[in-house]
Protein backbone atom coordinates (compact mmCIF):
# COMPACT_ATOMS: atom_id res chain seq x y z
CA UNK A 1 0.00 0.00 0.00
CA UNK A 2 1.41 3.38 -0.91
CA UNK A 3 0.97 6.42 1.57
CA UNK A 4 -0.19 9.47 1.10
CA UNK A 5 2.52 11.48 2.64
CA UNK A 6 5.03 9.82 0.23
CA UNK A 7 2.80 10.81 -3.19
CA UNK A 8 2.75 14.53 -1.92
CA UNK A 9 5.90 15.38 0.31
CA UNK A 10 4.93 18.48 0.88
CA UNK A 11 1.69 18.01 2.33
CA UNK A 12 3.17 15.72 4.67
CA UNK A 13 1.91 15.29 8.22
CA UNK A 14 4.67 18.31 9.36
CA UNK A 15 3.73 20.40 6.01
CA UNK A 16 0.76 22.07 6.71
CA UNK A 17 -0.46 24.63 3.98
CA UNK A 18 0.14 28.67 5.99
CA UNK A 19 -2.53 30.65 6.17
CA UNK A 20 -3.69 33.37 4.27
CA UNK A 21 -4.36 36.23 6.93
CA UNK A 22 -6.53 39.27 6.51
CA UNK A 23 -6.71 42.35 8.97
CA UNK A 24 -10.15 43.00 11.07
CA UNK A 25 -11.74 46.00 12.46
CA UNK A 26 -14.11 45.23 14.91
CA UNK A 27 -16.26 48.21 16.56
CA UNK A 28 -19.28 48.58 17.91
CA UNK A 29 -21.26 51.35 16.89
CA UNK A 30 -23.88 52.25 19.60
CA UNK A 31 -22.67 49.97 22.73
CA UNK A 32 -18.37 50.42 21.93
CA UNK A 33 -15.98 48.21 23.21
CA UNK A 34 -15.00 50.10 26.76
CA UNK A 35 -16.52 47.09 28.60
CA UNK A 36 -13.92 44.83 29.81
CA UNK A 37 -16.11 41.89 29.90
CA UNK A 38 -17.37 42.23 26.15
CA UNK A 39 -13.67 42.45 25.02
CA UNK A 40 -12.82 39.61 26.83
CA UNK A 41 -15.66 37.33 25.12
CA UNK A 42 -14.57 38.48 21.46
CA UNK A 43 -11.11 37.46 22.22
CA UNK A 44 -12.15 33.65 23.70
CA UNK A 45 -14.60 33.46 20.62
CA UNK A 46 -11.35 34.38 18.54
CA UNK A 47 -9.22 31.92 20.29
CA UNK A 48 -11.49 29.45 20.51
CA UNK A 49 -11.87 28.87 16.80
CA UNK A 50 -8.65 29.44 15.94
CA UNK A 51 -8.02 26.30 18.38
CA UNK A 52 -10.88 23.97 16.59
CA UNK A 53 -9.44 25.12 13.05
CA UNK A 54 -5.54 24.55 14.30
CA UNK A 55 -4.93 21.52 12.79
CA UNK A 56 -5.98 22.19 9.23
CA UNK A 57 -3.32 25.36 9.19
CA UNK A 58 -0.23 26.05 9.79
CA UNK A 59 -0.42 28.66 12.42
CA UNK A 60 0.10 29.64 16.11
CA UNK A 61 -2.94 30.27 18.11
CA UNK A 62 -0.56 32.30 20.77
CA UNK A 63 1.35 34.13 17.74
CA UNK A 64 -1.99 35.25 16.59
CA UNK A 65 -3.54 35.90 19.72
CA UNK A 66 -1.17 38.65 20.90
CA UNK A 67 -1.29 40.65 17.39
CA UNK A 68 -5.11 41.38 17.83
CA UNK A 69 -5.43 44.54 20.31
CA UNK A 70 -8.00 46.77 21.83
CA UNK A 71 -7.24 50.30 21.29
CA UNK A 72 -8.82 52.16 23.42
CA UNK A 73 -8.29 55.44 21.64
CA UNK A 74 -10.23 54.08 18.72
CA UNK A 75 -12.16 51.91 20.85
CA UNK A 76 -11.86 48.98 18.32
CA UNK A 77 -10.09 45.60 18.26
CA UNK A 78 -7.67 45.11 15.49
CA UNK A 79 -5.51 42.43 14.45
CA UNK A 80 -4.52 39.61 11.81
CA UNK A 81 -6.95 36.61 11.29
CA UNK A 82 -6.39 33.30 9.39
CA UNK A 83 -8.67 34.13 6.41
CA UNK A 84 -9.82 30.36 6.16
CA UNK A 85 -10.97 30.35 10.11
CA UNK A 86 -13.10 33.58 9.67
CA UNK A 87 -15.12 33.35 6.72
CA UNK A 88 -17.85 31.19 6.16
CA UNK A 89 -16.78 28.17 3.99
CA UNK A 90 -19.41 29.40 1.30
CA UNK A 91 -17.84 32.74 0.57
CA UNK A 92 -14.14 31.38 0.62
CA UNK A 93 -14.54 30.06 -2.89
CA UNK A 94 -16.03 33.68 -4.10
CA UNK A 95 -12.82 35.38 -4.46
CA UNK A 96 -15.64 39.01 -5.26
CA UNK A 97 -17.38 38.17 -2.50
CA UNK A 98 -14.64 37.22 -0.03
CA UNK A 99 -12.88 40.72 -0.57
CA UNK A 100 -15.80 42.60 1.21
CA UNK A 101 -15.64 41.57 4.65
CA UNK A 102 -18.96 42.12 7.03
CA UNK A 103 -20.65 40.08 9.75
CA UNK A 104 -22.79 38.23 7.78
CA UNK A 105 -19.85 36.63 5.86
CA UNK A 106 -18.47 35.27 9.45
CA UNK A 107 -17.88 32.02 10.13
CA UNK A 108 -18.68 32.58 13.78
CA UNK A 109 -21.44 35.18 13.67
CA UNK A 110 -23.81 33.82 15.88
CA UNK A 111 -21.24 33.40 18.77
CA UNK A 112 -20.16 37.16 17.89
CA UNK A 113 -24.18 38.53 18.11
CA UNK A 114 -24.31 37.29 21.30
CA UNK A 115 -21.92 39.94 22.78
CA UNK A 116 -23.53 42.69 20.84
CA UNK A 117 -26.24 42.97 18.26
CA UNK A 118 -24.32 45.80 16.62
CA UNK A 119 -20.82 44.47 16.68
CA UNK A 120 -19.63 45.02 12.92
CA UNK A 121 -16.67 44.04 11.61
CA UNK A 122 -14.42 45.37 8.44
CA UNK A 123 -11.10 44.46 6.66
CA UNK A 124 -8.39 46.41 7.64
Known amino acids: MIRLTKLLPEHGPNKLPEPIMIG ?3 SDSKGGLKDIKKQKEIFRILERNLKTN ?4 SYSVSNIMNGIKYYPATDKIVGNF ?7 PSYLKKVSQAS ?6 CRFKDELMKVSRTLEVKEK
Open 24 to 26: LVF
Open 54 to 57: QYTL
Open 82 to 88: PKQVFLH
Open 100 to 105: LMNMDK
